[in-house]
């Protein structure tokens, strides 16, 4: 249920509202917006008397929310949520870029691939020091170690990092990572994202395998209720019938959580595709759909990448798409570069 209250109604009379329906002991989430105050109740809310709250003359409206998520829905917030991490404005009109490759390969490695990726016009580099691998004879990371690395890495470029957490008990060593990514295989790791949610880290939310919007909002809206705001969510591809992809990239996703959602949307095209000569094209698609970034795997030397080799882009390839989702972005009073 949210209360929409009045233009300009006085602080007082806000202060009254809120302590009045909290004695039906729901939560009280406020929004102030451009021209409209909203509060947003959240609990059983089947106690709240209705005909006090409508006969208040400062309020303007009450209205049910239908969708299970609350705090992720946009009605609980109409404006859409710009997430400032590193100097960059995720959800605003930059489209923020995340490259790097698959997985941390080593110190030297990744400090060699940071370079090359903000040398391409990268704004975050991305990597995985913690791998969640089909197999366990594949190559699982290094960790801890890997994390070092990718902080060696920041150092010397200066740009922010971007990396999977996969358990709660090392979350102590994410303290200096920018983004803590949740994979797509721990969507519905309801502990951790609780465990996040009471960190004010912002969180890179994949999209499970074959998780459905709304319980990805759902899985958005456990760590917004712990009190973390700071949730970009992220299309990754979802498993269908079709082969040719390893994913399905559902490219509606974004219209359709920009339309649901406050939070920033970006895209994965990588994992979603899983063929490094469609990234191009699913980068761009994104764009057009609406996204506020992407996320891609870049390797200067994909065939020997120690995962992820067949989806992942070279530097050059990379740069040159920099330039022309810029153009696509400009036509949309976007930019990228
Ligand atoms: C990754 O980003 O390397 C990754 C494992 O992604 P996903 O969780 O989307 O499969
Ligand atoms: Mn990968």
């Not at 006969?55 to 710009?82: C, D, G, M």
């Not at 465990?195 to 809206?221: C, F, N, Q, V």
Request: charged fraction near 25%; aromatic fraction near 6%.
């Amino acid at each position: 249920m949210i209360i929409v209250l009045e233009p300009n109604t006085p602080e007082k009379e806000v202060q009254n509202l809120i302590t009045e329906v909290k004695q039906n002991g729901v939560e009280v989430h406020r929004s102030d917006g451009q021209s409209y105050t909203i509060l947003g109740l959240v609990g059983d809310t089947s106690k709240v008397q209705e005909s006090p709250i409508l006969s208040n003359k400062w309020v303007h409206n009450l209205v049910h929310i239908q969708e299970p998520y609350k705090r992720a829905n946009k009605i609980f917030k109409p404006e859409a949520t710009i997430i400032e991490v590193a100097g960059h404005k995720i959800g605003g009109d930059a489209i923020v870029v995340m490259a790097g490759p698959c997985s941390v390969e080593g110190k030297d490695a990744v400090i060699e691939h940071a370079k090359a990726v903000k040398e391409a016009g990268a704004h975050f580099l991305r990597a995985g020091a913690y791998k969640p691998r089909s197999s366990p004879y594949s190559f699982q990371g290094l960790g801890k170690e890997g994390i070092e690395y990718m902080l060696e890495a920041k150092k010397e470029t200066g740009l922010p990092i971007v990396t999977e957490i996969m358990s709660i008990g090392t979350l102590d060593e994410f303290k200096d990572v920018d983004i803590i990514q949740v994979g797509a295989r721990n969507m519905q790791n309801f502990a951790l994202l609780k465990a996040l949610g009471k960190t004010d880290k912002p969180i890179l939310l994949k999209r499970g395998l074959s998780s459905t919007i709304e319980e990805w909002l759902m899985s958005a809206e456990y760590i917004l209720a712990e009190g973390n705001p700071n949730v970009i969510l992220c299309e990754r591809g979802i498993r269908t019938f079709e082969n040719y992809t390893r994913n399905t990239l559902d490219v509606s996703a974004v219209p359709m959580v920009k339309r649901l959602s406050h939070l920033p949307i970006i895209v994965d095209p990588s994992h979603a595709a899983g063929l490094w000569w469609m990234v191009d094209s699913l980068s761009k698609a994104s764009i057009a759909a609406g996204a506020d970034g992407l996320i891609i795997e870049v390797h200067p030397d994909p065939a020997h990448a120690l995962s992820d080799g067949a989806q992942t882009i070279k530097p050059q390839q990379f740069a040159k798409l920099m330039i022309e989702m810029d153009k696509i972005a400009k036509v949309l009073e976007r930019h990228v570069i």
